[in-house]
């Protein structure tokens, strides 16, 4: 098991503070579990508080012993109702509430009000897009647990052809392959954004590629229940149709994100064709991402050559239920900064983590490339090992 | 697949809109997945309003098409923008937003405020436990497939004895044990509590069932990362050792729950009698519960049990890791009412659906047993028809 070094955490609180400082705010309360590991090293049932200068309080319900054993901070107290959160604070000296920071993009308005409650006098500022910018910039400590990560994937789309037989179910293709990850210690992925659950990637085979879904991602796939109405379903795998796999594996908290495409016999010549030119956008795109660029440019270089080789109804999804990005942020959530995006100006530096994803969809089928990529100061490097190609079975 | 229903639906709605009008309300939005899928029948990046009276609306960003595919709403209608909403519900002839229904439980503040602006002369109102307290009672069709997703957890808990090996990893076996359910359509599961990040259900071998965790639950276990410090983890599975495995199962957006507990060899007789006893605790609690019976009075009842057979540090988790209920509700979330805890009040009435799950927690591990019931005129029945044994395997 990983534990997360005290010199991160120490270099992490740091940051954050002066951001703090910056806004001028008293300190900031962390309460969602990926940042809360973020700072503290752990995941507990907790509330963590950071004051612009001195020691955080971690302040624990369940567990104090895990909470303890597991994160390097100093300060880890009980707690058993966040009633008594002023009081613990103030037994550390900090006192002042007026300016507080807290996570309203994804705290529910119920805990707010509670919040608004203990402290009647406080302002609260959104401080979701400090860590959130915090973040999107990987230590090398974290580049190479993403590393790690990618190469877990890579190890079970290796696995693939051992597994893929003509008339099995999506379903069935869809647990063997994440079965594959989970023994290497997969355990669940994390969204940020309101209602979008995740729980598994992606398998379409054939015509299921062309069912759009609920979730922001180029294709969606039919699911197995109207519930969950994504990924793998009910359909037989066939041979000479396209076999696309789209999963994020997730270890030791990080996300690495990839697709590759398999074919049973032999694919018909638009889709070849559309792989290729997905493949081609992508090493374009790579070779036009130099630090500094603007994280929607690679997103409009992608759309414009996509348009011009005549996929304008075609290019992350089919006409109405197209997205507008090429890629996302990878690390302790799924939809990190920096988003490859239209709209979105952030620069892309190094030590900035992202999956690139040009895909097309057809009523035949979904078929694209996707790798994850760590920027360096020469440009996006590729962290996916296994080459981008269709691999062809018998 | 399986579609819900125009009846069940309209039912729903109807029951809903009669609340609304008990409230004074002109109507709600509901945006929330599982609450959205109980009430249209479908999930889609969308906006539900349901008006006091009157068709519900539905308005979609994406996908319209499975929208109108899925839903047997009538009024299924494409949106870009949340600031469209007026003037799309306007057409419907909806046009008063004194007094607005709102998700506030689950809603994140942003989102909250955005509404606020769209409708600044609007009063919100948290309508969450409206819809919590209708969905307590299942429809005998939800019922069926309540009893369709416990007899899917049945078949993996039965496939157990062909792939629980010595040696192998708690990692493994969880792997295993999870693609018996998904490639039968298990498809992940919600959880409406916020942080209770819940991807997988439970193995745990030996003491590691002695690891509590952030989720709220009686066993925790170590888990494969300290970011999602919960489950299985990297532990090899010993002979002699309680090999305890808890899942919970959604087919069809239906959560069925369950524990049984396997032992290759033997187990010490401290655990056999916890075993024994924990057993008897949820037959006597069966027995009491007639319908009418405060949701608190079977976890008061089964403590008290507990506490005189002498397991006051070890009921339903390890001293000061202990959890305050005995079982709870399960349907379109894990974490339904009725709650059976201290202080919930409920009266458990036929049609609801809930796991009973009387544990204990030693330092050498976890054990008890979970079934999945539904409360009849006649008492709880059983919906798990395995045995509560601990199967011994060579």
Same mark, same amino acid.
């Given at each position: 098991?990983?534990?997360?070094?005290?010199?991160?955490?120490?270099?992490?609180?740091?940051?954050?503070?002066?951001?703090?400082?910056?806004?001028?705010?008293?300190?900031?309360?962390?309460?969602?579990?990926?940042?809360?590991?973020?700072?503290?090293?752990?995941?507990?049932?907790?509330?963590?508080? $950071?004051? #612009?200068?001195?020691?955080?309080? &971690?302040? +624990?319900?369940?567990? @104090?012993?895990? /909470?303890?054993? *597991?994160?390097? %901070?100093?300060?880890?107290?009980?707690?058993?109702?966040?009633?008594?959160?002023?009081?613990?604070?103030?037994?550390?000296?900090?006192?002042?509430?007026?300016?507080?920071?807290?996570?309203?993009?994804?705290?529910?308005?119920?805990?707010?009000?509670?919040?608004?409650?203990?402290?009647?006098?406080?302002?609260?500022?959104?401080?979701?897009?400090?860590?959130?910018?915090?973040?999107?910039?990987?230590?090398?400590?974290?580049?190479?647990?993403?590393?790690?990560? $990618?190469? #877990?994937?890579?190890?079970?789309? &290796?696995? +693939?052809?051992?597994? @893929?037989?003509? /008339?099995?179910? *999506?379903?069935? %293709?869809?647990?063997?392959?994440?079965?594959?990850?989970?023994?290497?210690?997969?355990?669940?992925?994390?969204?940020?954004?309101?209602?979008?659950?995740?729980?598994?990637?992606?398998?379409?085979?054939?015509?299921?590629?062309?069912?759009?879904?609920?979730?922001?991602?180029?294709?969606?796939?039919?699911?197995?229940?109207?519930?969950?109405?994504?990924?793998?379903?009910?359909?037989?795998?066939?041979?000479?149709?396209?076999?696309?796999?789209?999963?994020?594996? $997730?270890?030791?908290?990080?996300?690495?994100?990839?697709?590759?495409?398999?074919?049973?016999?032999?694919?018909?010549?638009?889709?070849?064709?559309?792989?290729?030119?997905?493949?081609?956008?992508?090493?374009?795109?790579?070779?036009?991402?130099?630090?500094?660029?603007?994280?929607?440019?690679?997103?409009?270089?992608?759309?414009?050559?996509?348009?011009?080789?005549?996929?304008?109804?075609?290019?992350?999804?089919?006409?109405?239920?197209?997205?507008?990005?090429?890629?996302?942020?990878?690390?302790?959530?799924?939809?990190?900064?920096?988003?490859?995006?239209?709209?979105?100006?952030?620069?892309?530096?190094?030590?900035?983590?992202?999956?690139?994803?040009?895909?097309?969809?057809?009523?035949?089928?979904?078929?694209?490339?996707?790798?994850?990529?760590?920027?360096?100061?020469?440009?996006?490097?590729?962290?996916?090992?296994?080459?981008?190609?269709?691999?062809?079975?018998?």
């Amino acid at each position: 098991m990983n534990y997360t070094p005290k010199s991160e955490i120490d270099m992490r609180i740091s940051c954050f503070q002066k951001k703090l400082t910056e806004q001028e705010l008293n300190g900031a309360f962390i309460l969602l579990n990926s940042d809360m590991f973020y700072l503290t090293g752990t995941v507990q049932n907790s509330y963590l508080y $950071v004051p #612009v200068s001195g020691e955080p309080v &971690l302040m +624990v319900k369940r567990s @104090l012993r895990r /909470g303890k054993d *597991e994160s390097p %901070l100093k300060n880890i107290v009980p707690i058993k109702n966040p009633k008594q959160i002023p009081e613990i604070l103030s037994e550390f000296g900090y006192k002042d509430f007026r300016k507080i920071g807290f996570q309203l993009d994804v705290i529910p308005f119920n805990i707010y009000k509670t919040y608004k409650n203990i402290f009647p006098n406080a302002e609260f500022y959104d401080v979701s897009g400090i860590v959130k910018g915090m973040r999107a910039i990987k230590s090398p400590y974290e580049i190479e647990l993403l590393r790690n990560a $990618v190469s #877990v994937i890579d190890k079970a789309f &290796l696995a +693939v052809p051992s597994f @893929l037989k003509e /008339g099995m179910l *999506e379903i069935e %293709l869809a647990a063997l392959f994440e079965a594959e990850m989970r023994k290497r210690g997969y355990s669940g992925c994390r969204t940020r954004a309101f209602n979008q659950d995740f729980f598994y990637g992606n398998v379409c085979t054939g015509d299921s590629g062309f069912y759009p879904s609920f979730f922001d991602g180029p294709v969606g796939g039919s699911g197995v229940s109207l519930s969950f109405p994504q990924g793998a379903g009910w359909k037989k795998v066939n041979r000479n149709e396209v076999v696309y796999i789209d999963y994020t594996c $997730v270890i030791d908290g990080y996300a690495g994100d990839q697709t590759r495409i398999f074919c049973m016999g032999e694919l018909n010549p638009r889709m070849v064709k559309a792989f290729e030119d997905a493949v081609y956008i992508e090493s374009e795109v790579v070779k036009a991402m130099k630090p500094g660029i603007s994280a929607e440019e690679p997103y409009f270089l992608a759309l414009k050559m996509a348009e011009e080789m005549g996929y304008k109804d075609n290019f992350m999804g089919y006409k109405e239920d197209k997205v507008k990005f090429l890629g996302h942020g990878i690390g302790l959530e799924l939809d990190e900064w920096p988003v490859l995006a239209k709209g979105f100006k952030m620069p892309i530096m190094p030590g900035m983590a992202f999956a690139l994803e040009p895909k097309f969809v057809f009523p035949e089928g979904a078929i694209g490339t996707e790798s994850s990529f760590i920027m360096t100061e020469d440009g996006p490097e590729n962290m996916t090992k296994i080459p981008e190609i269709i691999t062809y079975l018998k």
